[in-house]
């Protein structure tokens, strides 16, 4: 593809894979997009590549991470996406590799048909994976599999994982892309193996979780002043929170859960806050979900905290990975040097939990995520193997009012109902909140920017889906095969080949033979 062509496809590419995410959701596109992104790496050098690779990316974070900057500027908007653009620009150069490395075996033999698809499938993937771990705990955040949520493949999830739903659509487009190097409809046997990863993710159905009764879930989205900028007293969110939570008072319930940042103080060192959810907790005729900024041994953390009267069975869990440059900085001294004023207004520096991610309320497993920690798939599995039958997570979304951040990760909850067979209430301060059936159906929901409060009956499940178990074997088994097989392909690239023109002559005049 000629190199004018190459950018603009990939330009085209990147930007479509993010018209397959919410809020426009095509999930088609996804295809698509990976499809064309391929196209433009084959041919490439190592430094083609990463052009090609990084204008996709450019095109892609630069629009689906918008809401980055909606209040604090451009310029973490431009960092974020930036560096996210240039990892996935490095991130291209193995892909183009392994066309480059492969491109000496015959278009409609096994190796090309089969083996370059499933490598291709694993590199992509593995590009992923490495992203999402680092720096800085990565940013896992854009993923292919998140983006089939509201598609018909969504419930392979629950087999695989996120991570190996991304790498059935990565391979299945690059099957694709082989069968019309091979010929495509003039060669229809080549299409075999891209038929067959697609019927596969048509028909496998949601791994079956044990239903284990049901459970009333009291919700309440309070809009209180909980943006980094609002203006607001001391006490003024738990007011808003209070106030929103009148109007399922009464009713019957086996928890109240209330989102990120609902009480803007320490409950575990303020008396008064903790007189004020001790009074909610027994209007409340259940064990109320909080969550506040905690202060333990010197250290600060992002604690929910299932709060019950007398201190009775109360039991905290720290977020597991807090937001760098949003509730920690870290290398603080560097990057004051290169935007002082933004780095001042981070004052809190959270510390990372290691306690478990799930709370029991009256022998019922609660799995917990807090806001971002839904996007690691960890938290998930950590909550699920500690006895998790239903999701609780609880979300901030008031610095993001107006963008498609709130519903990107109303799509994370949603594909973690279908991965774990489990039930979730997403509940955010500002909306949109939902309640979510094990097989990702909203059953429930608010709204952004109103007050809302509701009970829900959510079904219990037991049963460990093998996306729980296998998910770190798993996402571990893609990365280090894929780097395998190139390594394979590199090696065996570096071999000549015997020359047939010259065999050929070889034995056209056998008299040279005899001579030698």
Not at 41 to 49: K, T, W
Not at 86 to 99: E, H, K, Q, R, S
Not at 424 to 433: A, F, Y
Request: charged share 10%; hydrophobic share 50%.
């Amino acid at each position: 593809m000629p190199w004018w062509a190459a950018l603009l496809v990939s330009a085209v590419a990147g930007f479509a894979l993010d018209l397959a995410t919410p809020a426009v959701g095509w999930w088609p596109l996804t295809f698509v997009s990976v499809t064309l992104a391929l196209m433009t790496l084959i041919g490439r050098s190592a430094g083609g590549a990463m052009l090609v690779g990084t204008v996709y990316g450019v095109a892609f974070y630069a629009t689906h991470l918008e809401w980055v900057g909606v209040y604090l500027g451009p310029v973490p908007w431009v960092a974020l996406a930036g560096l996210e653009a240039v990892l996935f620009g490095l991130g291209a150069i193995p892909i183009a590799l392994a066309y480059q490395w492969s491109a000496r075996y015959r278009a409609r033999g096994t190796v090309q048909l089969v083996a370059v698809p499933a490598l291709i499938g694993g590199l992509w993937t593995a590009r992923e994976v490495v992203m999402g771990a680092w720096p800085y705990t990565g940013f896992p955040w854009a993923r292919l599999g998140m983006t089939q949520v509201d598609g018909p493949f969504p419930e392979v999830a629950s087999w695989t994982g996120v991570t190996g739903l991304s790498f059935l659509i990565a391979v299945g487009c690059a099957a694709l892309l082989q069968w019309g190097r091979a010929g495509g409809i003039h060669h229809p046997a080549s299409a075999l193996p891209a038929a067959v990863i697609g019927m596969g993710l048509l028909l496998v159905p949601a791994f079956p979780t044990s239903d284990a009764g049901s459970f009333r879930v009291g919700w309440v989205q309070g809009n209180g002043p909980t943006g980094y900028f609002d203006d607001r007293s001391p006490g003024d969110v738990l007011t808003a929170q209070t106030a929103a939570t009148v109007p399922v008072l009464g009713q019957p319930m086996d928890l109240l859960v209330w989102p990120e940042g609902s009480v803007d103080s320490d409950p575990l060192q303020d008396r008064r806050t903790a007189a004020a959810l001790d009074e909610l907790t027994a209007r409340a005729g259940a064990p109320v979900l909080v969550n506040a900024a905690t202060t333990r041994g010197g250290n600060v953390f992002n604690t929910s905290i299932l709060w019950t009267q007398g201190d009775v069975d109360r039991q905290l869990h720290d977020k597991v990975n807090p937001v760098p440059f949003g509730e920690y900085v870290p290398d603080r001294w560097f990057y004051e040097l290169l935007a002082p004023d933004l780095i001042g207004l981070i004052q809190r520096e959270y510390t990372p939990g290691t306690n478990p991610p799930a709370v029991t309320v009256n022998g019922i497993g609660v799995g917990l995520a807090i806001c971002f920690d839904v996007i690691y798939d960890a938290v998930i599995w950590d909550g699920a193997r500690q006895g998790a039958q239903v999701y609780v997570f609880q979300t901030n979304n008031a610095d993001f009012r107006g963008t498609d951040e709130n519903l990107q990760q109303l799509a994370f909850a949603r594909m973690r109902a279908i991965e774990t067979g489990r039930s979730v209430v997403n509940v955010s301060t500002v909306g949109t909140s939902q309640v979510i059936a094990p097989d990702g159906t909203t059953i429930a929901s608010a709204g952004v920017d109103i007050a809302a409060a509701g009970v829900t009956t959510v079904p219990l499940r037991t049963g460990l889906t093998p996306a729980s178990i296998l998910g770190p074997a798993i996402t571990t088994g893609i990365t280090l095969l894929a780097i395998g097989g190139l390594m394979v392909f590199g090696i065996l690239h570096r071999i000549p080949r015997p020359n047939a023109s010259s065999s050929r002559r070889q034995i056209a005049r056998p008299e040279g033979l005899l001579k030698v």
